[in-house]
Each structure stands twice: as structure tokens, then as C-alpha cells.
Nanobody
């Protein structure tokens, strides 16, 4: 059974930093594009950043220059380094992954989410 597990959320003061991790467990043929999404209070879920298997990267304008997405393909793990955090970054952060199963199916998975709260 494939699972995505996020970690690293918490409470941080404005201007602070956090590093989120997302680890995929289970048997897959290949791990393709991975992404971080977030959903703030009373808001719709939004895309934060994406990274392909060849490490092509895109960011939402709201996080460019502050957040850095990365991945370790050998560990099937993705990271999000968040610097210069602002109160408006407060949200539940979710990881998402496109995978190819051994049966040849393209599947998409979500993690359970990790809370990030930016407040003084």
C-alpha cells in the first residue's frame, strides 16, 4: 500500500523557517512529479510548488524567493524549505505525488497534511 507521510510542521514566528518532509512508502515502479499544496483557513487548496523526477521546478508567485522545493529520488522523499515565513503562510500543507505502479497504472496520492502556523 502506497502512503505519503508529511512531517516538520509547527508553530513559528514571522520571519522564521521550517522544513517540511514528505516520504513515500510502498512499492512503486517510478515516482514522477511531486508537489506541495496548502490550504489556509477559509481558503481553497492552492499549489505551492512542483518538482519533476528530473528536478524541474515551479513555484507559486506568493512563495518565490522564500521557499525551496527539493527531492531525494533514492529516498523517495520530497522537502520544502520555508524561509521568511509570513502569517499568510499559515495553512495545512499537503504533499502530492504522481506514480507509475508495477501494473502500469498512473496513480495520484495525497498525504494527510501537516499544520504550519506563523504567529507571534
Amino acid at each position: 500500500q502506497v502512503q505519503l507521510v508529511e512531517s516538520g510542521g509547527g508553530l513559528v514566528q514571522p520571519g522564521g523557517s521550517l522544513r517540511l518532509s514528505c516520504a513515500l512508502s510502498g512499492s512503486i515502479f517510478s515516482l514522477n512529479t511531486m508537489a506541495w499544496y496548502r490550504q489556509g483557513p477559509g481558503k481553497q487548496r492552492e499549489l505551492v510548488a512542483t518538482i519533476t523526477s528530473s528536478k524541474n521546478i515551479n513555484y507559486a508567485d506568493s512563495v518565490k524567493g522564500r521557499f525551496t522545493i527539493s527531492r531525494d529520488n533514492a529516498k523517495k522523499t520530497m522537502y520544502l524549505q520555508m524561509n521568511s515565513l509570513k502569517p499568510e503562510d499559515t495553512a495545512v500543507y499537503y504533499c502530492n505525488a504522481d506514480v507509475l505502479s508495477y501494473s502500469g497504472s498512473y496513480l495520484n496520492y495525497w498525504g494527510q497534511g501537516t499544520q504550519v502556523t506563523v504567529s507571534s
